[in-house]
């Protein structure tokens, strides 16, 4: 017969511990340019201020933040990305991609140039479990 396998992701956290947990995408995924996909994650033991930010990596590029400590974001896949203070460069096609949630307390993250100031306490992070690929 034919064997399939399946991976459950379990994380043992203490009872007072936070955590955050990408749900969505997990990995394997192929998400086109020019698509809209929801991301989605939850969390546990989140502070009652906290708020969630989004990132691309291995790129570091920002998707989103000030976001519920467990909710979904559409994103909508440009044919263009932001490296840094740096936008327009083209985004590259691959299979590497993975996104990463973070909860943290505190102020908005500053994106571009930024003035020095009171800077997010991040709490805690997750990101997709293996790679997904953005595709042309």
Do not use: M
Request: charged share 15%; hydrophobic share 30%; net charge neutral.
């Amino acid at each position: 017969g034919k064997e399939s396998s399946a991976t459950t992701k379990v994380t043992i956290v203490s009872a007072s511990a936070p955590s955050v947990v990408l749900q969505y995408p997990g990995g394997g995924e192929k998400w086109k340019i020019g698509s809209t996909e929801y991301i989605s994650w939850h969390s546990v033991n989140a502070p009652s201020n906290g708020w969630a930010a989004l990132f691309l990596q291995p790129t570091g590029e920002f998707i989103a933040q000030g976001l519920p400590i467990a909710g979904a974001q559409a994103w909508t896949i440009s044919d263009t990305c932001c490296r840094g203070d740096v936008c327009g460069s083209k985004r590259e096609p691959g299979n590497k991609y993975k996104v990463e949630v973070r909860l943290y307390t505190g102020p908005s993250l500053c994106v571009g140039l930024c003035p020095l100031g009171p800077q997010p306490n991040l709490i805690t992070s997750d990101e997709s479990d293996s790679p997904f690929s953005i595709v042309q």
